[in-house]
């Protein structure tokens, strides 16, 4: 069974970075796509980057390209979601989400994910 488990989140201060982890408990993870996504406070949840079961491929909401950089350690059945220069619009709730059936061309879509953490909360002061 997958159970999602983020962590790494918290206060920080506009500009600073922050790294997110979420861990999975299943030994299937590498069959897995995963993504991050998050929900800022009166706003619906949006894509932020997700990552293919073997790396090979990543994809970024284009906002946040060159901010955002996402990875995975298979071995550790762990995806991370490393933060730059932070803004104060990046607060939110990050959710973590897993895959095995992702349709090409719809990994940013929340309706592909089955499987999706409890989230961590980051908070970026200005």
């Known amino acids: 069974q997958v159970t999602l488990v983020e962590s790494g989140g918290g206060l920080v201060q506009a500009g600073d970075s922050l790294r997110l982890s979420c861990r999975d408990s299943?030994?299937?993870?590498?069959?897995?796509?995963m993504a991050w996504f998050r929900q800022a406070p009166g706003k619906e949840r949006e894509f932020v980057a997700a990552?293919?079961?073997?790396?090979?491929?990543?994809y970024y909401e284009d906002s946040l390209k060159g901010r955002f950089t996402i990875s995975r350690d298979n071995a550790k059945k762990a995806v991370y979601l490393q933060m730059n220069n932070l803004k104060a619009e990046d607060t939110a709730v990050y959710y973590c989400?897993?895959?095995?059936?992702?349709?090409?061309?719809?990994?940013?879509?929340?309706?592909?994910?089955?499987?999706w953490g409890r989230g961590a909360q980051v908070t970026v002061s200005s």
């Open positions: 990552i293919t079961w073997k790396a090979l491929r990543t």
């Open positions: 299943d030994d299937t993870f590498a069959d897995y796509m």
């Open positions: 989400a897993a895959s095995t059936t992702v349709v090409n061309g719809r990994e940013s879509s929340a309706d592909e994910y089955e499987y």
